[in-house]
């Protein structure tokens, strides 16, 4: 699998902006996404999961009720839609795929992801 972040740019606190993640491959729709972030001097930490089918979806408390994480199979593309923005959502975001769906490490764990994009950079200015 071959993950291509985008949709990423400068916007107000406030604003909203939408993050898409297109897969090249036939095992995108068998495979578990994931949304990370990395700000600058910061370790990366887990944003958003969602489930192959989409039945299951998680957020890290941070921006739960502000961030959806959703997937069209049919466009092989995982979506991270972002609202109600904040200076500190600054950084540089990263899909990720699961095409084994593991359960052995908890979906918060980068290391369940085998697959990454290249990042997409959301600057949110105050």
């Known amino acids: 699998v071959q993950l291509q972040a985008s949709g990423g740019g400068l916007v107000r606190a406030g604003g909203s902006v939408r993050l898409s993640c297109a897969a090249s491959g036939r095992t995108f729709s068998t495979s578990d996404m994931g949304w990370f972030r990395q700000a600058p001097g910061k370790e990366r930490e887990f944003v958003a999961f969602i489930s192959w089918n989409g039945g299951t979806t998680y957020y890290a408390g941070s921006v739960k009720g502000r961030l959806t994480i959703s997937r069209d199979n049919d466009k092989n593309t995982a979506y991270l839609q972002m609202n109600s923005l904040k200076p500190e959502d600054t950084a540089v975001y990263h899909c990720?795929?699961?095409?084994?769906?593991?359960?052995?490490?908890?979906?918060?764990?980068?290391?369940?992801?085998?697959?990454w994009g290249q990042g997409t950079q959301v600057t949110v200015s105050s």
């Open positions: 990720a795929a699961d095409p084994t769906r593991s359960r052995s490490l908890y979906f918060t764990d980068g290391r369940k992801y085998s697959y």
